[in-house]
């Protein structure tokens, strides 16, 4: 997607944050551990995919919720991805099926009535976790923190989820290092000409989480649409992916960008989602600016929209009767798309050629 330049006078980008684990010639450093909460979701199944066959991360929990299907076909879709990964060891769980105060809707036009694309295989054979997903949250991060190895916590759907967790149990912020999402946007939206999908569909969520993140000290980083559309797959690779075949995760991710393909009738389509779990791995690929930002609850046309302030807030601006915006985060103004992009297609083809 092409977005507005940044202005001239706009504050310089600020630092990324710190690397992921990269190979050395030393001793092997240890992977990053990462929870991601999901409304699986064609990009989302692939963010999914790269998270859990990466070696740079360790996969430690999954959380579901209602957003681009209904919540229990995000379930049967999270379990059927992360078998299919070999990862049928990482618990996952069923959480919040409607917004806090909105009905659902989802994005099946977008993901196919299965929520992925159609593909048409069979359930996975392990069920969920019992718990609640604000209950497997709650337990992962509070052991993240007595380990002293806090979790990055990668929300990919809409934020219901987080927002039962940070206001029920605070104390989790101890076990989370930081949080990026996917969501809203300084530029555009989607699900209205306002709103990005995830933020439009649960936005009281939204704002909950940001303020809580701002009360508990927790990092954040949003992944929005500014960024979301440019690491893309072509047909050739998909088709590349696809013929690997076995079932395998290769396979898995190129069927689903081949529906992408021939549903919006496209030479190349996003991996969306996956871009986030790339930024955890490779942050030197995203240009990110820390900024003001408030969600929009109220607005008849612009419900939804994470209004970002790009104001230069050095002047006087007392004519504002709002005054800035109390929470601050890195927002992602840019994205080395074409190494995001390869990143997860490599780490899909050496899961085939692994296996």
């Not at 092997?28 to 991601?36: E, G, K, N, Q, Y």
């Not at 159609?118 to 992962?140: C, N, S, T």
């Not at 929209?305 to 915006?325: L, Q």
């Given at each position: 997607?092409?977005?507005?330049?940044?202005?001239?006078?706009?504050?310089?980008?600020?630092?990324?944050?710190?690397?992921a684990?990269?190979?050395?010639?030393?001793?092997?450093?240890?992977?990053?551990?990462?929870?991601l909460?999901?409304?699986?979701?064609?990009?989302?199944?692939?963010?999914?995919?790269?998270?859990?066959?990466?070696?740079?991360?360790?996969?430690?929990?999954?959380?579901?919720?209602?957003?681009?299907?209904?919540?229990?076909?995000?379930?049967?879709?999270?379990?059927?991805?992360l078998?299919?990964?070999?990862?049928?060891?990482?618990?996952?769980?069923?959480?919040?099926?409607r917004?806090?105060?909105?009905?659902?809707?989802?994005?099946?036009?977008?993901?196919?009535?299965?929520g992925?694309?159609e593909?048409?295989?069979?359930?996975?054979?392990?069920?969920?976790?019992?718990?609640?997903?604000?209950?497997?949250?709650?337990?992962?991060?509070?052991?993240?923190?007595?380990?002293?190895?806090p979790?990055?916590?990668?929300?990919?759907?809409?934020?219901?989820?987080?927002?039962?967790?940070?206001?029920?149990?605070?104390?989790v912020?101890?076990?989370?290092?930081?949080?990026?999402?996917?969501?809203?946007?300084?530029?555009?939206?989607?699900?209205?000409?306002?709103?990005?999908?995830?933020?439009?569909?649960?936005?009281?969520?939204?704002?909950?989480?940001?303020?809580?993140?701002?009360?508990?000290?927790?990092?954040?980083?949003?992944y929005?649409?500014?960024?979301?559309?440019?690491p893309?797959?072509?047909?050739?690779?998909?088709?590349?992916?696809?013929?690997?075949?076995?079932?395998?995760?290769?396979?898995l991710?190129?069927?689903?960008?081949?529906f992408?393909?021939?549903?919006?009738?496209?030479?190349?389509?996003?991996?969306?989602?996956?871009?986030?779990?790339c930024?955890?791995?490779?942050?030197?690929?995203?240009?990110?600016q820390?900024?003001?930002?408030?969600?929009?609850?109220?607005?008849?046309?612009?419900?939804?929209?994470?209004?970002?302030?790009r104001?230069?807030?050095?002047?006087?601006?007392?004519?504002?009767?709002h005054?800035?915006?109390?929470?601050?985060?890195?927002?992602?103004?840019?994205?080395?798309?074409?190494?995001?992009?390869?990143?997860?297609?490599?780490t899909?083809?050496g899961a085939?050629?692994?296996?």
């Amino acid at each position: 997607m092409t977005t507005d330049p940044i202005a001239a006078s706009t504050p310089a980008p600020s630092p990324a944050p710190a690397p992921a684990p990269k190979a050395t010639d030393g001793p092997p450093l240890r992977p990053v551990p990462v929870v991601l909460d999901v409304d699986t979701g064609v990009d989302d199944a692939c963010a999914l995919l790269l998270a859990a066959l990466h070696p740079g991360l360790d996969l430690r929990a999954v959380t579901c919720v209602g957003g681009n299907a209904p919540v229990d076909d995000v379930v049967r879709n999270t379990l059927l991805v992360l078998e299919t990964a070999g990862r049928a060891d990482v618990p996952v769980a069923r959480g919040a099926d409607r917004p806090l105060l909105e009905r659902p809707v989802d994005a099946r036009h977008v993901h196919g009535e299965d929520g992925m694309g159609e593909l048409g295989w069979g359930p996975a054979a392990h069920d969920p976790d019992p718990r609640h997903a604000v209950e497997l949250l709650r337990d992962v991060c509070r052991e993240a923190a007595r380990a002293g190895r806090p979790v990055t916590l990668v929300p990919l759907a809409p934020l219901t989820n987080i927002a039962l967790l940070l206001r029920t149990y605070p104390d989790v912020a101890q076990g989370i290092s930081r949080i990026i999402f996917m969501g809203g946007a300084a530029n555009v939206g989607n699900a209205t000409a306002s709103a990005e999908f995830n933020v439009f569909h649960d936005p009281e969520a939204a704002a909950i989480v940001l303020d809580a993140a701002a009360d508990l000290g927790i990092a954040v980083t949003m992944y929005g649409l500014d960024v979301f559309y440019e690491p893309v797959v072509d047909r050739a690779l998909a088709a590349e992916l696809v013929a690997v075949g076995g079932r395998g995760p290769a396979e898995l991710g190129g069927r689903l960008l081949e529906f992408q393909h021939e549903r919006f009738a496209r030479e190349a389509s996003t991996i969306g989602d996956a871009g986030a779990v790339c930024a955890v791995l490779a942050p030197e690929g995203l240009t990110t600016q820390s900024l003001p930002l408030r969600v929009e609850l109220a607005g008849a046309w612009s419900r939804g929209r994470t209004i970002v302030d790009r104001r230069d807030w050095t002047g006087d601006m007392a004519h504002d009767p709002h005054g800035e915006a109390p929470v601050r985060i890195e927002v992602a103004l840019e994205v080395d798309g074409e190494r995001y992009a390869r990143l997860w297609a490599d780490t899909l083809l050496g899961a085939g050629e692994r296996s």
